[in-house]
């Protein structure tokens, strides 16, 4: 098989692009109906109350910060198994970033830890201000037991969900924002539906909203009752904070609404695709990604985690042996807390021992829509071969 596998891919249809070209021929490339119809869809779909479109998650996750007033002197937590853009959000807005390692079963922020952590920070007077679980490969964190242990220190809480839109914690749709502040989805073109680039905020809070939707546009309203003083005419609009420009596009906007007809289909291949790995990948020296019995996951992603001690070859060697064999696979996450610019400022290798090891264990392997039995096969065929 000469065909390059990639370890994730956007499947775009004639609807789509139909839904794309009726934008084009329209009034409006921005600014316009299609980005209220993609925020109510995700909205409906996800049980929460708001939704704020913007042009990526981590401009989500920058707005989501600055909306719950994350400042200078202030911390921001997350886990160190995760993309930068969930750290560098507390970054963007002058506040210090610390992580929580993270559980060596599910690979995200430890709950027990994170308790632990609290602890100390509050007997020294440094408690964050903002929490970012991030749920990875498309699982839910342990939502309910995070969201008990803010409240008692009055910390908020925005869920990086960028894997996981589709997946589900205590048979809610994670989005509904039941344990959080806010919750954000990423649409970038590896993720579960795409519209290009583009992010989501999700939000039960209307105060929030009001915030988000300003920090979207300079930090502009056109709301006469929020005005200060009287507007000077019908052409008035005020800027009340510093804001940015974060707006999707209207075509963005189209597509992301049309990929969502299609997200029940998406997840339901990529939990038979995760189910059928589960079966072809058993009783290899492999852990498999384990479950928690609270989620149902989208599968953004499928790791599996090297037993070395059983191998006789290293980390490296077999993820390069895959990749020779045409096999797109990857590595979720290089720990954030490695990278020179966190080494900068002041982290260390092995301050977060949980995530070094995944790390040096983790392969991420395909799993797409897209991706067909035959791939799956020659890729199960291959890793065996390998590994054996
Ligand atoms: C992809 C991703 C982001 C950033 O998403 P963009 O839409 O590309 O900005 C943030 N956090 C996590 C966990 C991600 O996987």
């Not at 600055?66 to 002197?73: F, I, N, T, V, W």
């Not at 992580?99 to 007077?125: H, M, R, W």
């Amino acid at each position: 098989m000469s065909n390059f596998i990639p370890y994730g891919r956007q499947n775009i249809n004639q609807a789509d692009i139909d839904a794309v070209v009726e934008v084009l021929e329209s009034a409006f490339l921005t600014q316009g109906p299609a980005i209220e119809r993609f925020e109510e869809v995700v909205a409906k779909y996800s049980g929460a109350k708001f939704a704020v479109a913007v042009t990526s998650a981590t401009a989500a996750l920058h707005i989501s910060c600055q909306a719950l007033g994350l400042g200078k002197g202030d911390r921001l937590w997350t886990s160190p198994n995760t993309f930068v853009a969930s750290a560098n959000c507390g970054l963007y807005c002058g506040a210090e970033v610390d992580f929580v390692d993270i559980d060596p079963t599910t690979y995200n922020l430890c709950t027990t830890q994170l308790k632990e952590k609290l602890e100390k920070a509050s007997a020294n007077g440094q408690l964050p201000k903002v929490i970012v679980p991030v749920h990875f490969a498309g699982q839910s964190c342990q939502m309910e037991a995070i969201s008990a242990l803010s409240q008692s220190y009055g910390i908020k809480i925005i869920e990086d969900a960028s894997h996981s839109i589709g997946s589900s914690y205590q048979s809610k749709p994670v989005g509904s924002c039941t344990y959080s502040d806010l919750t954000v989805f990423s649409f970038h073109p590896v993720k579960i539906i795409t519209s290009g680039e583009g992010g989501m905020v999700l939000t039960n809070d209307a105060g929030l909203y009001q915030k988000l939707i300003r920090l979207r546009t300079h930090g502009i309203t056109r709301d006469v009752t929020l005005m200060h003083g009287e507007p000077d005419g019908p052409w008035s609009y005020q800027q009340l904070e510093l804001g940015y420009n974060y707006r999707m596009t209207d075509i963005q906007a189209a597509l992301g609404a049309s990929q969502m007809d299609r997200l029940e289909k998406f997840i339901d291949r990529r939990r038979f695709l995760a189910h059928r790995y589960n079966q072809l990948l058993s009783h290899l020296p492999i852990q498999l990604p384990l479950q928690h019995k609270d989620c149902e996951s989208s599968w953004h992603l499928y790791v599996i985690r090297l037993r070395l001690p059983e191998l006789s070859k290293t980390h490296r060697q077999i993820f390069e042996e895959l990749r020779q064999a045409n096999i797109g696979v990857n590595l979720h996450y290089i720990p954030v807390h490695t990278q020179p610019y966190y080494t900068d400022l002041g982290f260390q290798h092995g301050d977060f021992p949980e995530t070094e090891k995944y790390y040096s264990e983790a392969i991420s392997i395909p799993l797409h829509y897209g991706l067909t039995l035959e791939q799956q096969d020659y890729i199960v065929d291959t890793l065996k071969a390998i590994v054996r």
